[in-house]
């Protein structure tokens, strides 16, 4: 199982800018397409964006446009660029793989324990 580290979140105000890092250790994340999800309280935990190995992108409709997923397989870390936030992007990020398939991407709970994830806050 791989571990993983999520940092760079903070307090934001409306229409600003946070980059999110990600950092997992062990094995076969190259192989892996990884995603970001995020949480806020009351809610359950949704699929924000995910990328293939070979760079394939997907977003959900509410932050496409807006956020831009990324990924350095060399240094096994994935990356998300958050432009123009919003206060219903508040929430705590976390990255993790996926299965992605046709019809859905999904969490793999085969590549590795949930991070701690980090706090996103968007507020005047």
């Known amino acids: 199982q791989v571990q993983l580290v999520e940092s760079g979140g903070g307090l934001v105000q409306p229409g600003g800018s946070l980059r999110l890092s990600c950092v997992a250790s062990?094995?076969?994340?190259?192989?892996?397409?990884m995603g970001w999800f995020r949480q806020a309280p009351g809610k359950q935990r949704e699929l924000v964006a995910a990328?293939?190995?070979?760079?394939?992108?997907h977003y959900t409709d509410s932050v496409k446009g807006r956020f831009t997923i990324s990924r350095d397989n060399a240094k096994n870390t994935l990356a998300l660029q958050m432009n123009s936030l919003k206060p219903e992007d508040t929430a705590v990020y976390y990255c993790?793989?996926?299965?992605?398939?046709?019809?859905?991407?999904?969490?793999?709970?085969?590549?590795?324990?949930w991070g701690q994830g980090t706090q996103v806050t968007v507020s005047s």
């Open positions: 990328i293939t190995p070979g760079g394939t992108t």
């Open positions: 993790n793989g996926v299965n992605w398939g046709t019809r859905s991407i999904k969490y793999a709970p085969d590549f590795g324990p």
């Open positions: 062990g094995n076969g994340f190259v192989i892996w397409p």
